[in-house]
């Protein structure tokens, strides 16, 4: 934003010098008609290129922008589904062994570089929660469920994280927690 501030204000101080000299110019030449017309022709080329490079500009920083945000939201959601299909896994498994745990290790890194501060909450809680059921790595239906009701409410703020457009978040969390199967 600094750089286009500054293209901003050199593109504005060269066309108000520029303007400036072709005024002049034009008044000298009132003896000639044809070259006052040249003048204004010189003086409407330079406005109309100052006015699309700024525009243009401006689409560029406007596109990289977009750009950026689609490869996070990607990047996001690419993330949270390998969450969610390694928790499947286990929980297809019923246990949580050394090589689950190192995975799941690395995936807490890998979220917690883009996730926002809701969901890396409710992750906390979710681990906290998987860590406490699987010391024995057996995971029965129970404790599955209890998982996966974990899993629900991180679900949700991901939801959230992804899309911004939830104003009731507790609701949604209420349809999805009501979701979950018990056995």
């Known amino acids: 934003m600094k750089n286009s501030s500054k293209y901003l204000l050199i593109s504005f101080a060269t066309f108000i010098c520029g303007y400036v000299f072709l005024r002049l110019a034009y008044y ?3 003896k000639i008609p044809f070259v006052q017309e040249v003048v204004l022709i010189v003086l409407g080329t330079i406005a109309t290129v100052a006015i699309t ?3 243009i ?3 560029s920083e406007i596109e990289l922008e977009k750009e950026q945000r689609v490869k996070i939201f990607d990047l996001k959601s690419e993330l949270y589904l390998e969450l969610i299909n ?5 929980i297809g498994k019923g246990k949580l062994d050394k090589k689950d745990r190192l995975h799941l290790e690395f995936l ?3 979220i917690s570089v883009v996730a926002d501060k809701d969901v890396l909450k409710e992750y906390s809680s979710f681990i906290d929660t ?3 059921i699987s010391c024995d790595t057996v995971i029965t239906a129970f404790e599955s469920d209890e998982i996966s009701l974990k899993l629900a409410k991180v679900c949700v703020r991901i939801r959230y994280d992804l899309i911004h457009q939830e104003n009731n978040i ?3 969390e209420e349809l999805l927690t009501r979701n979950i199967v018990k056995f």
């Open 28 to 30: 000298e030449s009132v």
């Open 53 to 55: 490079a700024a525009l």
């Open 57 to 59: 500009s401006k689409q």
């Open 86 to 90: 390694h928790i499947e896994l286990v």
């Open 108 to 110: 807490t890194h890998k």
């Open 130 to 132: 998987l860590n406490k």
């Open 170 to 172: 507790s609701h949604v």
